[in-house]
């Protein structure tokens, strides 16, 4: 609610303390990290794979249509609202919103 309410921007490292990412790497250690993880998968059954993916998968999906139905309607409001066209143009003319 923190990030959502303030909109406040983070960097990595206090994504990764917050548990928003799994890590952060250099960015020459990202491609080594994701070829030993892809092989760390590849060496689990096909078959128990696509089960775990399909069960979270399946789990959000059946969760998010009724999120996602609520989110467009809040975000049509909101995107129709006075705030909404203050933000864009205080953005535009690089000033703090007045709400």
């Known amino acids: 609610m923190d990030l959502l309410l303030t909109a ?11 548990g928003l ?8 250690q990202l491609m080594d990290w994701a070829l030993e ?10 078959s128990a794979v696509q089960a775990v993916k399909r069960q979270v998968s399946g ?11 609520l989110e467009q309607e809040l975000g049509d409001a909101v995107r129709a609202s006075p705030d909404f066209a203050e933000g864009i143009a205080a953005f535009r003319e ?3 919103p007045r709400y």
């Open 37 to 46: 993880t892809a092989a760390m998968i590849a060496a689990n059954s096909p």
């Open 94 to 96: 690089k000033r703090q």
């Open 21 to 28: 990412v799994n890590r952060v790497l250099p960015p020459e």
């Open 59 to 69: 789990t959000i999906a059946d969760h998010a249509m009724t999120r996602e139905a």
């Open 8 to 18: 406040r921007l983070i960097d990595a490292g206090q994504a990764a303390a917050l």
